[in-house]
């Protein structure tokens, strides 16, 4: 089969070296993929939101299958797209159509979802503009810290947590009144803050079958415990030693099940992942987010961990015959640690030559932010690279995770050296 990746980060260079080891594919393409792919697959370059582009370059191709990376081109509707084109329609696209999309593309819409479909969620209200005097009542109403998400996509900044009324407040006015977060604001759901341990449980589904991929916990912050600005996610760790067998039990039976079942009820055909966002309070599950794609860095811990052929599961996926695929996992923990560019994730230079790679023997390097010119990679990006390692332990596999960096270099490179340090 000829196989079609769309993004550029370390997520699709994951999926990419994982399907470029299944005797099924026959040729490996990525749009507009990284200096990673470049090595196993054909980069092309088009944008992952350029559907038109993206149907020529399928058809020159012979492409077979599509695997959707990001958001963004979900949510726009390139699953939606295929099927309404007579040249593109047989050809299975691996992620939800736009109505499955909205799990994602509208925070206001999963928790109407997540609140109809009875799935435990921390309790909140939607408002706009027009009633915004009532959505202040509401934070009154709550404890702090007070949490306030845009309900559209707004790049992972959307979603802010504050600990003052009055800061609140202000900011609720900035989101509805003042556009601060442009269209993604103009509705904000207002949510009661959930204490507990945050992770993150994967399905791929068929719409009707779905299979349960490792838990991971990832690392937001740019700072050592856990400080300083949110970031798209410093290093993961999967699986969870604090998600025992007990509290898993319980995401299936109180949050997978009644999800997979709710978007039957609804009448969405949704196909592909499922990523859910889940606070551990007490050993029981509450639903933060969804997200209707694979996370990253959790990608990078989650894949490696996957002993079954990747593409044979898709197939299950497209074919709707997910039940029947063969799945195992690898028993060791993955460890991976992102490296970053200087000043990430403020203003930083990119262009900067990466060295050392080829030093590196017992992690797996997953590129995100790179490019080649000249011959030499280069950093193309905040997130530059993901150092992943398995180990018998957490403890083992961030050992050999941050062994391996000592080879890695570029000017003003920055990553965490404290990944798990809550798990450890």
């Known amino acids: 089969m000829n196989i079609l990746i769309l993004g550029a980060g370390g997520r699709e260079h994951a999926f990419a070296l994982k399907l470029s080891q299944s005797k099924k594919v026959n040729q490996l393409f990525v749009a507009p993929g990284n200096a990673g792919t470049a090595a196993i697959a054909k980069n092309i370059d088009v944008n992952v939101t350029d559907f038109k ?4 370059l399928v058809l020159k191709e012979g492409i077979d299958m599509v695997i959707v990376g990001p958001e963004v081109p979900l949510v726009a509707g390139i699953h939606d797209f295929f099927l309404a084109d007579d040249a593109l329609k047989k050809i299975p696209v691996i992620g939800p159509k736009k109505d499955g999309a909205l799990l994602e593309g509208s925070k206001d819409f999963s928790k109407q979802f997540m609140k109809s ?3 435990p969620t921390a309790k909140y209200q939607s408002f706009t503009k027009d009633n915004l005097a009532e959505g202040k009542t509401f934070l009154e109403s709550l404890q702090a810290p007070y949490v306030l998400k845009a ?3 707004a790049a992972g900044k959307g979603v802010l947590i504050l600990n003052s009324i009055d800061e609140a407040k202000n900011e609720l006015e900035e989101m509805l009144s003042n556009n601060k977060f442009g269209e993604a604001s103009s509705t904000v759901v207002i949510e009661e803050f959930l204490d507990g341990i945050e992770l993150s449980v994967f399905v791929l589904t068929d719409g009707q079958h779905y299979k349960i991929l490792p838990s991971a916990k990832d690392y937001k912050r740019i700072g050592e415990g856990d400080t300083g600005l949110n970031t798209g996610g410093m290093g993961a760790i999967s699986p969870v030693p604090f998600a025992n067998d007990d509290f898993l039990l319980k995401v299936e039976q109180q949050v997978i099940k009644p999800t997979i079942q709710g978007l039957q009820e609804d009448g969405i055909d949704y196909t592909g992942f499922i990523f859910i966002g889940l606070m551990n309070i007490n050993n029981n599950p509450f639903v933060v987010e969804y997200n209707v794609r694979m996370g990253d860095p959790e990608t990078e811990v989650v894949i490696p961990r996957i002993e079954s052929d990747l593409l044979d599961l898709f197939e299950g996926v497209a074919h709707k015959n997910l039940h029947e695929k063969s799945f195992s996992l ?4 993955a460890a991976t640690v992102m490296l970053v560019s200087g000043g990430y994730p403020e203003n930083y230079e990119k262009n900067k030559k ?28 905040g997130r530059v690279m993901a150092i992943t390692s398995l180990g018998n ?19 003003k490179m920055n990553y965490r050296k404290d990944i798990g340090f809550d798990l450890v």
């Open 53 to 56: 582009s993206i149907k020529s």
């Open 393 to 411: 332990t957490i403890h083992e596999a961030l050992e050999i995770s941050y062994k391996s960096i000592e080879n890695i270099h570029f000017d």
């Open 330 to 333: 690898n028993p060791k923990t």
């Open 117 to 119: 479909h009875n799935i």
């Open 354 to 381: 990466i060295s050392g790679i080829e030093k590196v023997e017992n992690s797996i390097v997953y590129h995100a932010g790179t490019n080649q010119k000249n011959g030499e990679i280069i950093t193309n990006g």
């Open 151 to 153: 309900d559209g996509l």
